[in-house]
């Protein structure tokens, strides 16, 4: 079983489409992320939820929405896609017990390809 | 902004040597962990060390940790070919966890 799983794994697209990128956690993480790894492979985090709520909202355009309809799911939307959109996006998510961090773990990864 | 910075860059060994690889960070954290990533697939896990702690073994690989000099190492005993990846570190500043900007380590067989 895949712990966290994102759809799909490619994305061809033309400027100006929308797009949405899919993401589940069937570990029962309280924590989701999506996070942007561009062509040098830094990754930046983008967004956090906590159970459905919105954490972390670090700079990125409003383009970008993300929707959690529970705490193990959450999609990320893109209107009009931009070159610059294109990257590898990932999907995390992470448990925090008693205020203890055990890592995140990652999905495989969407490479989305603007063109 | 980059909270880990790795180094080297890239690190290129043969099968059977050891594998060192740095990272410095800039604020305080509450841990500190290292990741692999394999071309063209996710990152996992591999370790955390709490910022209480000064080592950490797990199989081939032990952590050390230094916050007075604000900086980490990874070592991987007895390289494999499968050990080629890239490398981060990640600190946790603010509860989000940041990432360096890697290290590739090739591992010639």
């Known amino acids: 079983d895949t712990a966290v799983s994102q759809t799909p794994k490619y994305l061809v697209t033309q400027m100006g489409n929308d797009k949405s990128i899919k993401c589940e956690q069937n570990?029962?993480?309280?924590?989701m992320y999506w996070y942007k790894q561009d062509s040098k492979k830094f990754l930046k985090i983008m967004f956090s939820?906590?159970?459905?709520?919105?954490?972390i909202n670090e700079t990125v355009p409003n383009r970008f929405s993300p929707k959690s309809p529970d705490k193990a799911h959450l999609n990320l939307h893109i209107n009009s896609l931009e070159l610059g959109d294109s990257a590898v996006y990932f999907c995390?998510?992470?448990?925090?017990?008693?205020?203890?961090?055990?890592?995140?773990?990652f999905g495989s990864g969407t490479r989305l390809t603007v063109v | 902004s980059q909270q880990g910075e790795e180094d080297p860059q890239a690190l290129s060994i043969q099968e059977g040597e050891n594998a060192t690889m740095n990272c410095s960070y800039k604020?305080?954290?509450?841990?500190l962990q290292w990741y692999r990533q394999n071309s063209g697939r996710g990152l996992v896990h591999l370790i955390l060390?709490?910022?209480?702690?000064r080592e950490k073994h797990s199989g081939r690989l032990r952590v050390t940790l230094d916050t007075s000099k604000k900086s980490s190492s990874l070592l991987i005993t007895a390289s494999r070919a499968a050990d080629t990846a890239s490398y981060f570190c990640?600190?946790?500043?603010?509860?989000?966890?940041?990432f360096g900007k890697g290290i590739t380590l090739s591992v010639r067989p």
């Open positions: 995390a998510s992470s448990q925090w017990d008693r205020g203890i961090d055990y890592g995140y773990t």
């Open positions: 570990l029962g993480h309280d924590t």
């Open positions: 939820y906590n159970n459905k709520e919105l954490i």
């Open positions: 604020t305080s954290i509450n841990n």
């Open positions: 060390i709490r910022s209480n702690e």
């Open positions: 990640a600190t946790d500043p603010n509860s989000k966890l940041t």
